[in-house]
């Protein structure tokens, strides 16, 4: 796996994330796997079965992580400029057709979360408003048509 660009805060909530896997689930897991076990016969154990499945399932994770974060670069934004569209910034926009304003904040897929105004760099829109400048309209071809889109602000948090 590459190099992937995360914010200090994305890259807190995986290691977050990374800390109680292993610690706190690994644990509820392994209790469950005993409880099944002590059921008798664990050939014909559907609990058993279910546990060793998210134990696996959660060991898989944990390998995703430990991963993504050994790759991880976290973005500083003092050495990033605002004058353009680039990874970390949030960006205010205005739909040239709806009148609507809207901010997103680009970042890696990683941290990718629509309902909190976080986009990939690597969606649709993320990518066609990458390297664009203050005042730009930047014309976006999505799967549902195009999307017209005036750049009115950009900042770094």
Partial sequence: MGEIYLTKKGYQK???????????????????????RAHGDISENAEYDAAKDAQGLNEKRIAELENKLAG????EDHDISSD??????????????????LEYMLVSGEEADYNQNKISVDSPVGSGLLNHRVGDIVELKIPSG????????????
């Fill in 84 to 101: 353009e569209v680039l990874i970390g910034a949030t960006v205010k926009l205005k739909d040239m057709d709806t009148e609507e304003e």
């Fill in 72 to 75: 991880a670069r976290i973005l």
């Fill in 146 to 157: 195009t999307i017209k889109y005036k750049i009115l602000a950009i900042r770094r948090e």
């Fill in 14 to 36: 995986l290691m977050e994330e990374l800390e109680y896997l292993k610690t706190i689930k690994r644990k509820e897991l392994s209790k469950a796997i005993g409880a099944a």
